[in-house]
């Protein structure tokens, strides 16, 4: 129920469009790097003094116009141009949606072999984020044209699809991010139990461990690390074939203290106005997230993200029954 209420918060215009209003005031700045290129170039040199590298989102909902995918195009080539300037440690994940997927695939993959000339020039890594079901085959289209000509790509697999494996095997070749999932999706192609969802994450991540190129695990589970740390040593599995993800602003100790013990960590940086979306389905994917960032977000001086969240939903159920 609780995953279904933030689903349905993170798919609601209105409430996205409220929360941009406000920015990150309502404490979204515990959990978003910053709001421009500057502050988020600033975030990253700070997480890469810790020796963790960054995976950087400029964050983007709802994007049907041409002029707003040529936007956040614009955008995330200037983040790339800003992180080859800077000199840190850091490369680019998105979204095929955010650059026109909706409006046209030609139009989206155009968009996408531009950034990827742009990164492949730098040496730069570039991740293509898989999103719900009804983009998951065209955004895996996408990735098998860019594939044609470039090698600086790669891709997510989400556990709770029935086809992870099959994906996973059809890939093993890239680069690639391993997460659970954070969307809602029907029983006949997802898992629906975390049981079953965190067993099929470990089967996968395990596969492309012993068969892939490079696994980036995307977990906050420390269950799950902690499997996944003796898995490798018992399977002499160098350090340089794997990394541990976390999103920013989520248990910051145990990221530093994985980068202590010397294993490759990145941290998934997520950028822009345009966070509510993203935090809603943070908390949807692992409603523990709340007690993550509780501290950080809660306090007396400010409303929170969900109280404006839910506030504003209420106001939005009213003003369409007073329009009635």
């Not at 689903?7 to 215009?13: E, G």
């Not at 002499?236 to 976390?246: G, L």
């Not at 202590?260 to 106005?273: D, H, L």
């Amino acid at each position: 129920m609780l995953k279904d209420f933030f689903i349905a918060l993170s798919q609601n215009q209105f409430l996205n469009s409220a929360a941009k209003k406000y920015g990150l005031r309502l404490g979204a700045q515990s959990v978003v790097a910053g709001t421009n290129v500057e502050e988020t170039i600033k975030s990253i040199k700070e997480l890469n003094a810790h020796g963790i590298s960054c995976t950087v989102d400029n964050l983007g909902e709802f994007v049907f116009k041409k002029e707003e995918a040529t936007e956040a195009k614009e955008k995330i080539l200037e983040v790339i141009e800003a992180i080859h300037e800077n000199n840190v440690d850091a490369h680019i994940s998105l979204k095929a949606t955010q650059l026109g997927l909706d409006i046209d695939f030609d139009f989206a993959l155009e968009n996408l072999k531009e950034i990827l000339k742009k990164a492949s020039g730098y040496n730069m890594f570039v991740n293509i984020d898989i999103e719900d079901s009804s983009h998951l085959q065209p955004s895996y289209d996408v990735l098998d044209e860019l594939l044609k000509e470039y090698d600086n790509v790669g891709a997510v697999i989400q556990s709770y699809f029935h086809r992870a494996q099959e994906y996973t095997e059809k890939y093993k070749d890239l680069r690639l991010r391993f997460v659970k999932g954070a969307y809602k999706e029907p029983a006949e192609i997802a898992y629906q139990e975390k049981k079953d969802i965190d067993a099929n994450f470990i089967k996968v991540v395990e596969w492309h461990l012993l068969n892939g190129k490079f696994t980036s695990i995307a977990t906050h589970d420390h269950n799950i690390i902690n499997h996944i740390k003796k898995f490798v040593k018992r399977n002499n599995i160098p350090k340089d074939k794997y990394e541990f993800q976390m999103l920013y602003g989520f248990r910051k100790d145990l990221q530093l203290q994985l980068a202590k013990e010397g294993y490759n960590f990145c941290t998934y940086v997520p950028f822009g106005k345009d966070w509510y979306g993203y935090f809603m389905r943070r908390l949807a994917e692992r409603p523990q997230n709340l007690n993550l960032v509780a501290k950080q977000v809660f306090n007396k001086k400010t409303n929170t993200v969900l109280g404006v969240a839910a506030g504003a939903f209420i106001l939005g159920r009213m003003s369409k029954r007073n329009k009635k």
